[in-house]
């Protein structure tokens, strides 16, 4: 391990350790911080690895060299025809429908369904090549989604913002932002756990990582808080991390060439383990042989 890196790895286990009451949610053994040797397509891959300590925490993580050839990311569109901004579709339908390599659930929404092809509108700004499916909500109405993750190919930024620039052509509202120049953002103090999707992203920019955490199963993954999300984010080597929408939301998928999309997560929609909840956007990432939409 590289020294940086165990030092993160210290560093987020003291931190957990610190804000916790009662059991400490680290027994010391450090986060695996292996880089992941599962390949999923030319410079991406996926690991699921555990959380140690008294709390369960069944994390899955997609790594993403931003070097890598080909490499686009896209956010869901929507119909621009429609009377509502989206219809609702799994995580899992979404990369099946438009070719991803890769996606995971999107920003904020509602109302909340269990079936997909419900009319959906985004909480705050979403840009889908280009075009604008939602408009940037005011400060007032934004919640917790002050925060913007941008592409533009892939070129990938996290800014604390209500909207993308104009220069990317795709993004989208989420929040909060978890770590900024490598400074966590959020009250460690806030132990409040559910399922959670992080985007981060290192600070030369040419690595990414997507990262979700189960949660609401206990004895399997208890979901983590804004903080615990963090650290896990430092730990891999994040300077900038944003959190997605969580909860029964939450889902990481990746097309397997055999199968089709896989979940790498557990979901739980509806509190059902292993169900997907249909969501109105989603984050793909793309190579240039496959179709993006």
């Known amino acids: 391990m590289k020294p940086i890196t165990r030092y993160l790895a210290l560093f987020a286990f003291v931190a957990l350790s610190a804000c916790a009451s009662g059991a400490p949610l680290s027994s010391g053994k450090p986060f695996d911080l292996t880089p992941p040797k599962n390949v999923v397509a030319d410079g991406i891959s996926y690991s699921q690895r555990a959380w140690p300590g008294a709390v369960p925490m069944q994390v899955a993580i997609i790594e993403i060299d931003l070097k890598t050839s080909g490499l686009s990311f896209a956010v869901s569109g929507g119909s621009a025809s429609d009377t509502s901004e989206y219809r609702s579709k799994t995580t899992s339908t979404y990369l099946r429908e438009s070719g991803a390599v890769?996606?995971?659930?999107?920003?904020?929404?509602?109302?909340?369904?269990?079936?997909?092809?419900?009319?959906?509108?985004?909480?705050?700004?979403?840009?889908?090549?280009?075009?604008?499916?939602?408009?940037?909500?005011?400060?007032?109405k934004a919640g917790v989604a002050k925060a913007v993750v941008c592409f533009d190919r892939k070129q990938v930024q996290i800014l604390a913002a209500l909207a993308c620039p104009e220069r990317f052509a795709n993004g989208l509202a989420a929040g909060p932002l978890l770590v900024q120049a490598g400074a966590l953002k959020v009250d460690p103090k806030n132990l409040t756990r559910h399922p959670r999707s992080a985007l981060g992203i290192n600070a030369t920019g040419d690595r990414l990582w997507l990262v979700t955490i189960d949660g609401r199963q206990t004895g399997y993954s208890e979901g983590a808080s804004f903080a615990e999300t963090a650290l896990i984010l430092q730990a891999l080597g994040a300077a900038d991390a944003i959190n997605l929408d969580g909860g029964g939301s939450t889902a990481l998928v990746y097309r397997d060439p055999v199968r089709g999309p896989r979940v790498l997560n557990r979901p739980i929609q509806g509190g059902i383990p292993g169900t997907e909840r249909p969501v109105a956007t989603h984050i793909g990432v793309f190579l240039k042989s496959r179709t993006k939409g």
């Not at 999107?106 to 959906?120: D, I, K, L, N, R």
């Open 102 to 140: 890769v996606a995971i659930n999107g920003g904020y929404f509602g109302p909340v369904v269990a079936t997909e092809g419900v009319g959906q509108d985004a909480q705050g700004f979403a840009r889908s090549n280009g075009r604008v499916v939602s408009p940037a909500s005011s400060p007032e």
